[in-house]
């Protein structure tokens, strides 16, 4: 019984010593400069009746847009960039579960704030063929003139009251889905002014983080050992009170 535990014990270590050689496991996913089958476009109002005025285009590897958000105070305005992880409805989400930070390298004009917004499926409420309903992760990003890098954790992220409002959603349904991200959008801040021009020019956006898989393998090969010497325990034990 001692040389079995001896020899686990001998195994645990080694695991230990392994996983702390190990280097860390990085996760980045890149939101701009495009990854094959994401599609990015700029969108306005126009087709609601709206007169928000857009220019969005991309030379030399930087996304450039710039917004002026209709001047009639009556009628709501918007504008904004929109990432489409799925532009087929196939899907083909992407993964972000070790995401623990957005960063931003942009270069801003005539705005302090943006509003950054990740939606996520949710299949407690997500119907793919109604953009909507996917859970909408926001937060808003301060900005200063010219160009800056920003990294914005991924838990500062949160589901605003109204989209449970809007999509009747219970609020007890409150996990974020961060793992299922369809899109990715950034659009005008709260108090961007109505007619002023803002403009943003974006060389690069990475969603980052660290894997913890190499700690789940560990927490695996630990429990296999515990069941191990807990089985031969109970082995051991059978064989004595049989004699």
């Known amino acids: 019984?001692?040389?079995?535990?001896?020899?686990?014990?001998?195994?645990?270590?080694?695991?230990?010593?392994v996983y702390n050689l190990l280097p860390d496991s990085h996760f980045s996913e890149t939101v701009f400069p495009l990854e094959e089958g994401v599609s990015v476009f700029g969108y306005d109002d126009l087709a609601d009746g709206g007169a928000s005025v857009v220019h969005t285009d991309i030379a030399d590897s930087v996304l450039s847009f710039d917004c002026s958000l209709s001047p009639d105070s009556v009628k709501s305005a918007w504008c904004g960039i929109l990432w489409n992880a799925d532009p087929d409805s196939a899907g083909n989400f992407r993964n972000w579960t070790f995401v623990d930070s957005i960063i931003f390298d942009i270069e801003a004009h005539g705005t302090k704030e943006v509003l950054i917004k990740v939606w996520a499926y949710d299949p407690d409420v997500t119907d793919i063929s109604k953009p909507k309903t996917f859970r909408l992760l926001m937060k808003e990003l301060p900005l200063k003139e010219g160009r800056q890098r920003i990294a914005v954790p991924m838990e500062q992220f949160y589901t605003p009251e109204f989209w449970f409002e809007e999509g009747n959603v219970d609020k007890s349904l409150n996990r974020r889905h961060q793992e299922t991200i369809a899109r990715?959008?950034?659009?005008?801040?709260?108090n961007q002014p109505r007619e002023k021009k803002f403009s943003l020019k974006i060389y690069s956006i990475s969603a980052t983080g660290v894997s913890n898989?190499?700690?789940?393998?560990?927490?695996?090969?630990f429990l296999l050992l515990t069941i191990i010497a807990?089985?031969?325990s109970h082995q051991l034990k059978n064989d004595a009170e049989k004699k």
């Open 184 to 190: 990715f959008e950034i659009a005008p801040g709260w």
């Open 230 to 232: 807990v089985g031969r």
């Open 213 to 221: 898989i190499y700690f789940g393998i560990v927490l695996g090969i």
């Open 1 to 17: 019984m001692k040389k079995t535990y001896a020899i686990l014990a001998s195994i645990a270590a080694l695991v230990l010593i």
